[in-house]
């Protein structure tokens, strides 16, 4: 196979209904770094954050046509420990699932976001 050019991820797309709402709890809430707040020529903004330091982030978007708020969005977060991350979450409003702890797998739960997007968050080693 040839190089397709692709040379990683840097941007994953969660759709929100209201950014201002969403960029709080993934700010104040998850306590994610703002890396980008900018207008949009055709309304709405770009709003892209991250936990601090990582190369990943992602972005708060309006759903698009045919599309919703509320999904199961794959991304899973990781944390040098679940249990205690799950319960910082967890005082911090936001709803989180219980804690996870299969033999063999990391630790790891299940959290919402306002606009009911489901993610994980993984212990990470």
């Known amino acids: 196979m040839t190089d397709a050019g692709i040379t990683g991820v840097t941007t994953i797309a969660i759709p929100v209904v209201d950014q201002d709402a969403a960029l709080a709890f993934y700010r104040d809430a998850l306590g994610f770094e703002v890396r980008l707040d900018a207008p949009l020529p055709q309304g709405g903004r770009w709003i892209v954050l991250a936990p601090p330091g990582s190369p990943v982030s992602v972005s ?8 919703r708020a509320g999904i199961d969005t794959g991304i899973r977060f990781e944390t040098a420990d679940a249990a205690r991350t799950r319960e910082e979450l967890a005082s911090r409003g936001v709803q989180v699932g219980e804690l996870l702890q299969w033999p063999g797998v990391p630790p790891m739960f299940q959290a919402t976001d306002r606009d009911g997007n489901r993610f994980a968050v993984i212990q990470s080693g």
């Open 60 to 67: 708060l978007a309006p759903p698009g046509e045919g599309e």
